[in-house]
C-alpha cells in the first residue's frame, strides 16, 4: 500500500519529456515501464520520453507490489506564435509569422489562419478569407481595405508535433491615406 506521484512538472528540451515521480512511503522502491516495456527500478529522473508515453510505475519491496499509477507524457501548450508587422498600403495590410514551439517541437507541415477586424469592432468581428485559412505561408497580404482604418489582425497556427494550437496577434495595424484624398475618398492627387 502506498501511492506515487509525478513530482513538479514535465519539462521538455529538445522535442523530448522527462518526468520525475516520488512517494511518501519509505521502506519501498519505485518501479516502471514505458509503455508496454521492461520493469525498471527508478533511480531518479525518466528522460527521453515522447508526447503520449505512458508510464507505468508500482511499488515493490522485493517481495510484493502494490497498484499501479499511470502517468501520460502530454504536450497541451500550443505554440508561441508572434505577428510582426510586414507593410500597408492605402488598402492592405501585411503580416509575418514566426511559430515556435518549446515541448514536443513544430511538425514538418505547419498551417496558419489569418484573421482579421477594424480595430474599433468586437472580438467576435474577426473572420478570416477564404484564401487565408489553413494555408502554408507564413506571411499574408489582407487586401481591399479600407484607407485610413486601424486594424487588428489574429493568426492561429496549427503544427506542433501533439497537435496544438497557437494564437498570435498584432493591433493597430493602420492602411494609409491616398495623398490629397479627403474622408471615403479614393482618389486624390
Given at each position: 500500500i502506498?501511492t506515487?506521484t509525478?513530482?513538479?512538472?514535465?519539462t521538455?528540451?529538445?522535442?523530448?519529456?522527462t518526468?520525475?515521480?516520488?512517494?511518501g512511503d519509505?521502506g519501498?522502491?519505485i518501479?516502471y515501464?514505458?509503455?508496454?516495456?521492461?520493469w525498471?527500478?527508478y533511480?531518479?529522473?525518466?528522460?527521453n520520453?515522447?508526447?503520449?508515453?505512458?508510464i507505468?510505475?508500482r511499488l515493490t519491496?522485493d517481495?510484493?507490489?502494490g497498484?499501479e499509477v499511470?502517468?501520460?507524457?502530454k504536450?497541451?501548450?500550443?505554440?508561441?506564435v508572434?505577428?510582426?508587422?510586414g507593410?500597408?498600403?492605402?488598402?492592405?495590410?501585411t503580416v509575418?509569422?514566426v511559430?515556435d514551439?518549446?515541448e514536443?517541437g513544430?511538425?514538418?507541415?505547419?498551417?496558419y489562419t489569418?484573421?482579421?477586424?477594424?480595430t474599433?469592432?468586437?472580438?467576435?468581428?474577426?473572420t478570416?478569407p477564404?484564401?487565408?485559412?489553413n494555408i502554408?505561408t507564413n506571411s499574408y497580404?489582407?487586401?481591399?481595405?479600407?484607407q485610413?482604418?486601424?486594424?487588428?489582425v489574429?493568426v492561429?497556427?496549427?503544427?506542433d508535433?501533439?497537435?496544438?494550437v497557437?494564437?498570435?496577434?498584432?493591433?493597430?495595424?493602420?492602411t494609409d491615406?491616398v495623398?490629397?484624398?479627403?474622408?471615403?475618398?479614393e482618389?486624390?492627387?
Open positions: 502506498g506515487i509525478q513530482k513538479g512538472e514535465t521538455w528540451s529538445g522535442g523530448k519529456a518526468v520525475e515521480l516520488e512517494t519509505s519501498y522502491d518501479e515501464k514505458i509503455n508496454d516495456g521492461e525498471t527500478k533511480e531518479g529522473p525518466i528522460g520520453l515522447n508526447h503520449g508515453d505512458k507505468t510505475a519491496n517481495v510484493t507490489v497498484d499511470v502517468i501520460e507524457v504536450d497541451e501548450k500550443g505554440p508561441v508572434a505577428v510582426t508587422p507593410g500597408t498600403t492605402t488598402e492592405s495590410v509575418n509569422v511559430a514551439d518549446m514536443t513544430m511538425s514538418d507541415t505547419v498551417t489569418y484573421y482579421i477586424k477594424e474599433s469592432q468586437p472580438e467576435e468581428s474577426y478570416a477564404d484564401d487565408a485559412q502554408t497580404t489582407f487586401t481591399g481595405l479600407t485610413g482604418t486601424s486594424y487588428d489574429k492561429e497556427v496549427q503544427g508535433k501533439a497537435g496544438n497557437g494564437v498570435g496577434t498584432v493591433q493597430n495595424q493602420r491615406m495623398p490629397g484624398a479627403g474622408d471615403n475618398l482618389e486624390g492627387n
